[in-house]
């Protein structure tokens, strides 16, 4: 006999059904909406947050960060932006979610100037990205090859050392220019093999140009439809200019090594194989299997040379310009380096392993002046991702780390506002990222692959400059009012020349 199944049994199936698509429906539009949690600065039509950027985008966002808080979303245009201004935020993008945020935004200023973005530094995430990387830290910047270029940097900073001394007897040098020369050189050697003149080739201006757009903030990346000012602004020209420029000077060089090597002209020099060489063996299919077409082979190399150029020499001239505004610091670090360099008539590369306060002036500089990169270059997420636990944040989301306000963040610093090199003494903060506190190049896997070639190169002509010279400002000068000033691009740097006086010791 039929048991009658009591009416309200009959409604259980449609509550369970009702409570289900309430869930579903609340939950799904509680992820979408996680992301408006984040603290926000009120935004403008059509431009969002651009126009609190200002012409110092890093010192902008880190005032908006004491506002807001380390973490937060800007609109640039209508595309969502998550600036991090904390250790917790940047570890979280660059180690804990790193596979996820590992590819770059869209730029159409650095998809003119390195060749559809066949760089290292700006390619999208994938295997294109994965090879050219791979070649690039074997071949250059391992540090198996960073050791091979020892003589490269003994020879240039040597040279460097001769041409200030023959510039004292004008009382007032610019210490820039020969810092520049240097890293100029020595990396020109290495990737290029030889030296280009300034006067001969213009390279150093046209590099200085290059590196000042790479860090423009292109409004036609967040508002197509204004793509067109570019146009009356000049920067479309300016681009343009830059971007022949830069080609035909890696054109020239690119035929330099063709034509050598078919009429197998090559001497022997005791230096390590140069750059370009591998890169036309790789091309010629000698070595690898990977299809590197002509502009895949200039973005990387351009990539490699440009970079580490300016990158280097502005670290080197932060770090003179602190020195010079801090006696004290300067002197302890003249007493370590000819103290350990007692009866040698020159520093070697062997003598810096005991040099620690020569390694914490140059941390210190770096967490001050973060040149490689103040605001590190843009990540895109390439899937859904929870920030710190807890915000969602959706596919093709940029975020962008402030290396610079980490530098200064009063939570991680003491007095985080002045030069105090002894702060790194017993620390174990590192250069490439480990702790977070210090992002000098970034971390993870887009961090910089360069900070070995860059950190070889400080160490031995900072210890240099100062065994060999006592420095000075010119008459008139206070230390504390040397100009700071700085200019921005892909890299920070001063924007005023640093016009010292220097006395052989």
Known sequence: MDVPCPWYSLLIPLFVFIFLLIHHCFFTTSKKQNMLLLPSPRKLPIIGNLHQLGSLPHRSLHKLSQKYGPVMLLHFGSKPVIVASSVDAARDIMKTHDVVWASRPKSSIV???????KDVGFSPFGEYWRRAKSITVLHLLSNTRVQSYRN?????TANMIGKIRQGCDSSVINLGEHLCSLTNNIISRVALGRTYDEKESGIEHIIEQFVELLGIFNVGDYIPRLEWVNKFTG??????????????????????H???????????TGEA???????????????????????????????SFAAGTDTTFATLDWTMAELLRQPRALKTLQDEVRGLAQGKSEITEDDLKNMQYLRAVIKESLRLHPTQESLLVPRESMEDV???????????????????????????????EEYQPERFLNSDADVKGLNFKLLPFGAGRRGCPGSSFAIAVIELALARLVHKFDFALPE????????????????TRRKLPLLVVATPC
């Open 476 to 491: 008139g000068i206070k230390p504390e009012d040397l100009d700071m000033t700085e200019t921005i691009g892909i890299t």
């Open 273 to 303: 194989k140069d750059f370009v060489d591998v890169l036309l063996e790789i091309q010629n299919g000698n070595e690898t299997d990977f299809p590197l077409q002509r502009d895949s082979l200039k973005a990387i190399l351009l990539d």
């Open 258 to 268: 063709i034509i050598r090597k078919k009429k197998e002209e090559y001497t022997s």
């Open 152 to 156: 490269v940097r003994a020879e240039e």
């Open 111 to 117: 998809d003119r100037l390195s060749y559809g973005s």
């Open 386 to 416: 929870n920030l710190l636990g807890y915000y969602h944040i959706p596919a093709r989301t940029q975020a962008i780390i402030n290396a610079w306000a980490i530098g200064r963040d009063p939570l991680s610093w003491e007095n985080p």
């Open 235 to 256: 920067l479309d020209a300016k681009v343009k200019k830059v971007a022949k420029e830069l080609d035909m000077f890696l054109e020239i060089v690119i035929e330099e």
